[in-house]
Structures are given as C-alpha cells and as structure tokens.
C-alpha cells in the first residue's frame, strides 16, 4: 500500500475514533439510565450501552442531528432484545421438570418412557418441531448450534422448542 494511503487510513480511523470518543462523551450518560431503567441490573446495563458502542465502530456514526434518538434507540432495541431471551431462558427452564421421580424408576421403565416420547415426536410433531426435538435431544445439540444448522433465528429455535414440550407434556400428562 503506498505510504500515502496508509496515512489517509489511519486519519480516517483517527477520525472515527475521535468521533465515537464524542458520541460517548455526550450520550453515555443518558444511554446508561436508559439502560438500568429497562434492566434493572446496573452491570447488564453497562454492558449492553457498551455494545451499543462496539457495534457502532464497525457502522458508520449517526447524522448529527439526530444522534441522540439513533442511540437511545439503539439501547432500547438491545434491552428489549436481552429481556426477550432472558424470558425465553426462563421459560424453557420452566418447561423442563426436575427429573427426580425417574431416577427411582427401573431403567427398562425408563426406556420405554423414552421410546414413546420418541414415536409421539415422530408421529405426531410437524416440522421443524421435529427435526428441533431430534437436534436437542438425540445429537445433544445447543440451542445456538440447531438454529445454525437449521439456518433459523436462535429465539425462534427456542420458541419451537418450548412448544415442542409443552406438546409431549399435554400428551403425556407430565
């Protein structure tokens, strides 16, 4: 790269640095109660304004003059986004018994157990409720790695998979 260029780049990346450095002089503060006001959690809000910023150094900045509704904006999206996965979390987490009771139970029970949820998902789950159920609990797959391999949106992974049990629960009364 001829020097000339390389000097230009780095002025540009000066630049945008020093114009990040503004927009956080100026906002942060009001972006950060924006945050702890939809979160409720001090370090979480910290962390999402601070993304907010991460993912503005690979974006061009905001236009001036409107700026401020760009990145108050951008924090309200990323909370919301958050709050949604953590009741996702939960749900799911809800869904799924402690499994005490089985334990107690002959194996050969247990198994038998399994073979009829195993039809019931074969039989009775419409895709891609199906082929969910299968990833998770027949290849052990994460949350993250179905929706990538199934080239789906992880929350909508989740969903599928919170009504795949509540589907096996209604049926099998558990």
């Not at 974006?59 to 996702?88: G, K």
């Not at 159920?133 to 909508?156: C, G, K, S, V, Y």
């Not at 998979?161 to 558990?174: G, V």
Request: net charge negative.
């Amino acid at each position: 790269m001829c020097p000339k260029w390389a000097t230009m780049s780095n002025q540009l990346d000066m630049l945008d640095k020093r114009t990040l450095e503004q927009l956080f002089r100026r906002h942060y503060g009001a972006m950060l109660r924006l945050a702890e006001t939809l979160m409720h959690n001090d370090e979480e809000a910290k962390d999402l304004v601070h993304d907010v910023f991460l993912r503005l150094m690979n974006n061009h900045p905001p236009q001036p003059d409107n700026e401020a509704s760009y990145l108050m904006t951008a924090v309200r999206n990323s909370c919301l986004n958050r709050i949604r996965q953590m009741q996702l979390r939960e749900q799911v987490r809800h869904l799924l018994p402690v499994e005490t009771e089985p334990l107690l139970q002959p194996i050969e029970k247990r198994l038998e157990q399994i073979d009829e949820i195993q039809t019931f998902a074969d039989q009775q789950l419409e895709e891609p409720h199906r082929s969910i159920f299968h990833l998770r609990f027949d290849e052990d797959l994460t949350i993250a790695e179905i929706a990538q391999r199934l080239d789906m949106n992880p929350n909508t992974t989740y969903k599928y998979l919170i009504q795949c049990i509540q589907q096996i629960r209604h049926h099998f009364k558990r």
